[in-house]
């Protein structure tokens, strides 16, 4: 069977800066890839162009299969594809429900915005992913940033994705929080999303993923898998570039 | 029904809380206004024996509707984060559009109206459209179409007498009421388009933050068409209540008026840099600035003092709106 994405020799540049350069890498569903390397590795900038933010120079990308035209970030939602950013992409002015059904609101028969029932389908979703989650009706502005965390999470786990993006999702949360997304990550896995997860934390990445690419300089190092490896070798392609693996 | 009646059991203790935190919310967030608003009109008030009668008050109305309906348009186009300067000029170019389909043509003021109103429509959509596919800011497309719609009204206005419109027509700027109404239901239809469709609620978020919106699948570049051209639409729908009220039509009308509506609107709380604000605010912005104007006039306070007053208030008004946004 065709994997569920396949990312081939994608590269793009920003000016003079060759920001992935030639990157293959491909994900099953229900598999949890662990992307990895320095800070401006290009692991943003690779997943923006599968999550529709980013157009590609060249390359190719395959979903079940069938070739894949992305060139927006509607694109990439017909897709099922769903990303919790970086820098989380909320809209700070709006609060937590306008912004988890920003540009898919929900409607009345009538085709007017349901606030009410969007109100209430996020106060469901919250009540799940964050319990301590009160402040409804306040711009996301307000919010700590592990409550504004969780409004990504809660905007890309509601849609029903079959993709699902995580750039860096434990970046702001402590640890009990952490260890909730961790457990989420493995609920979804179960119910067979395929997920890509980048994050810094190595020795989190060997417990949560199947298998962790180490990218630097915008090329891939090597993809493994993690029964495969040890910490250090993962440590040793962050920072020297090489896979041992392959040269052994 | 019994899923509506379920949600509303089992947040029922919350929601009740809800609607009353609503409401207060709301109220905290213009009452510095309406408290601006009720002391300039007790200022007035007390200083101006002719000002206390109650058709000073409705001539207050009066004059602020079809400003008004001009600045609902202003006001969608602001939350957004763009501007558009040419609305004074679309207001000459519809008002003279419809003075010939009416005086020269003979067209029936329905069908005058109609075409008006798609003609304001057309020129915000262009206005739209010309940013969105250059990408030169706002400021600069609508300053171009400020000075060539203007040129515009001139050439389709030179050398004619547009006046004397048929009864049916001058209907619609019947003394203070007409117009005011027409105010309050456009008003009302604005609100709407804000806060229950799609369209509308999205202007806040791209005003916000357009990338965000970008990134949620929002199509950015259509909504903002969409904004100008209903910009467009209202400055064409104000022009027409204009030139029913004074029976006649010339391309010097509607001058300044953009400056005046994006006046009001910020005056009443809209962020002139995007993403926050309301219909609501506009009309209070509109009703504080026409209470001024009215109430020097009343004091004998000349019009170019009267400029001077609306310029510092403007002033006024944005350092509050940056000083809210740096403080949160
Ligand atoms: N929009 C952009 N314009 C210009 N350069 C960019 C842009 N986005 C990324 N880059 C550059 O591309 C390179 C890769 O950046 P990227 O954000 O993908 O790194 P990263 O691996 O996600 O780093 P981090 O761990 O810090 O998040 C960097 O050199 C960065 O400066
Ligand atoms: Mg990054």
Redesign the interface.
Known sequence: MAPLVEMKNISIAFGGVQAVDDVSISLEAGEVVGLLGHNGAGKSTLIKILSGAYKMDSGEIWIDGQKAQITSPRDARDYNIETIYQTLALADNLDAASNLFLGRELTTPLGFVDDDRMEAETRKIMARLNPNFKKLKEPVSALSGGQRQSVAIARAVYFNAKILIMDEPTAALGVHETAMVADLIQELKKQGLGIFLISHDTREMMELCDRVAVMKNGRMIGAERVEDVTEDDILSMIILGKNPKVAA | MSQADS?TAV?SPGSSA?AL??LK?NFMQIWQVLAALALIYGFFFLMSEPFRSFDTLLSIFGQASILAILACGTTIVLISGGLDLSVGSIFAVVGVTVGIFMAEWGLPPVLAVGLGLGMGAALGALNGTIQVLTKVPAFIVTLGGLTAYKGLAEILASGRDLSRFPESFKFLGTGNTVPMLIMFAVALLTGLFL????LG??A??I???E?????????VAKSRIYYYMLGGLLAGLAAIVEVAKLNFAMPARGQSYELYAIAAVVIGGTSLFG??GGVGKTLLGMFIMQTIIVGLSYMGVGTSYQRIAIGAIIIVAVYWDVWRRST?
């Open positions: 949600q947040s809800g935190d609503v919310h806060t229950k469709t799609r609620s999205r806040f978020a005003g916000g933050n990338e965000v919106a970008r990134l949620s699948g929002v199509p993403g926050r949160r």
